[in-house]
T-cell receptor
């Protein structure tokens, strides 16, 4: 069974700090997506990583796909209160049309 | 920026009643999905729809659920006889040509409360 485990589950940090959240699986994924979800809203796509070892940057957010395409990380530099939200990784379930979602990391950035 | 639109944003219904959740996907997208998220839990796949038919469904998507694209723009999820455990946020999503590598655009969701 393909599962995506995210860590940490919860993270509360001060504005200006750096942080990294992780998305891990024992299975290989053809791609992984990262989403941010705010309360009462749908997930918003941040990035898709496709190639093993790929690094993508979105302003202060840096996403990396593991060489073996089994894991990914999201690093936020100088976190701001606007970064607060639930961060989800997701990937296509092998051989199907569906995505599976990770367990999520709930981030709170304090001013 | 193109959006996926869902209506209503919140629906309260009596147990046993039928509900229809509506979605307008992005116009040039080809793949359509319904997901749900029970409060505090993971986003769970319900069904995918392509070329006017269901391409995949989960074990959650039993006989009380159905989907339809009645007019080429709307995409609906019908729950025939709602149960208390159907209470959740229901998200519609759509994606472009290559479903695996483009990710989804999600709507803002419909919060369904079954009482």
């Amino acid at each position: 069974t393909q599962l995506l485990e995210q860590s940490p589950q919860f993270l509360s940090i001060q504005e200006g700090e750096n942080l990294t959240v992780y998305c891990n699986s024992s299975s290989v994924f053809s791609s992984l997506q990262w989403y941010r979800q705010e309360p009462g809203e749908g997930p918003v796509l941040l990035v898709t990583v496709v190639t093993g070892g790929e690094v993508k940057k979105l302003k202060r957010l840096t996403f990396q796909f593991g060489d073996a395409r089994k894991d990914s990380s999201l690093h936020i530099t100088a976190a701001q209160p606007g970064d607060t939200g639930l961060y989800l990784c997701a990937g296509p379930f092998s051989g199907t049309y569906k995505y599976i979602f990770g367990t999520g990391t709930r981030l709170k950035v304090l001013a | 920026e193109p959006e996926v639109t869902q209506t209503p944003s919140h629906q309260v219904t009596q147990m046993g009643q039928e509900v229809i959740l509506r979605c307008v996907p992005i116009s040039n997208h080809l793949y359509f999905y319904w997901y749900r998220q029970i409060l505090g839990q993971k986003v769970e796949f319900l069904v995918s729809f392509y070329n006017n038919e269901i391409s995949e469904k989960s074990e959650i998507f039993d006989d009380q659920f159905s989907v339809e694209r009645p007019d080429g723009s709307n995409f609906t999820l019908k729950i025939r006889s709602t149960k208390l455990e159907d209470s959740a946020m229901y998200f519609c999503a759509s994606s472009g040509e290559t479903y695996t590598n483009y990710g989804y655009t999600f709507g803002s969701g419909t919060r369904l409360t079954v009482v």
